[in-house]
């Protein structure tokens, strides 16, 4: 089979994600996911939660770039793209997926600033006179 193209997003952080048949090989940026993530173990699981789900930890290979936003968040990029490149792959795992919330995609993002105000919602202290 050929390899297969999906797109995962979060917040500012996209991640493309290439998966084939092989015998388990994650590389994120040209490193290791232990080298690119360091010491973040509860952000490696999460990485790696689509594939332990669908029982695919050794018999593919993904090669996944992404850019934008912090390491958190392109960590849930990536799990977004394996689970949809996962999906491409194998129609079944759909069904696996689905009820983990793996295939959504995280909506949520930096609210803008108002003008008038600090932030995007804090104000200055309130003056009676």
Known sequence: MAKVYAT???KTSISKVWLEVGTGELTINGQSLDAWLGGHEAIKK???QPLEVTKQ???VNIVVKTLGGGYSAQADAVRH???RALVAYDEHFRAV???YGLLTRDA???ERKK???RKARKSGQFSKR
Request: charged share 35%.
């Open 97 to 99: 997926l689905k009820p």
């Open 57 to 59: 930890e050794t018999s």
């Open 46 to 48: 999460r990485v790696m």
């Open 115 to 117: 003008y008038g105000r």
């Open 108 to 110: 949520r993002s930096v």
């Open 8 to 10: 995962g997003r979060r």
């Open 81 to 83: 793209g394996i689970s």
